[in-house]
Nanobody, 119 residues
């Protein structure tokens, strides 16, 4: 399973970014996909996840209502649309995949993409 995240960058508070994660075909078939993030000096935390067919999504309370996760299985990709960004969203964002639809402890990880939100 291979995952490649992209789309990070520097944005002002209140702005938007869209992260993308290209996944191998194996990661798309029957796997839940999602995003975690890790800010400097902090533990990695769950951000959002989506089940294989995209029927169910889950978000952390800190991003609910601002971020939207989606996937396009025909393009082997998962996305994270981030709106109303805040400085506290600054972190290295990782995409992940796992067969567990509840996405409790993903087994597969991509490299991170840096998101920096300036105040």
């Amino acid at each position: 399973v291979q995952l490649q995240a992209s789309g990070g960058g520097l944005v002002q508070a209140g702005g938007s970014l869209r992260l993308s994660c290209a996944a191998s075909a194996r990661a798309m078939s029957g796997y839940a996909l999602g995003w975690f993030r890790q800010a400097l000096g902090k533990e990695r935390e769950f951000v959002a996840s989506i089940t294989w067919r995209g029927i169910s999504t889950r978000y952390s309370d800190s991003v609910k209502g601002r971020f939207t996760i989606s996937r396009d299985n025909s393009k082997n990709s998962v996305y994270l649309q981030m709106n109303s960004l805040k400085p506290e969203d600054t972190a290295l964002y990782y995409c992940a995949a796992d067969a567990d639809p509840f996405f409790r402890s993903p087994n597969y990880w991509g490299q991170g993409t840096q998101v920096t939100v300036s105040s």
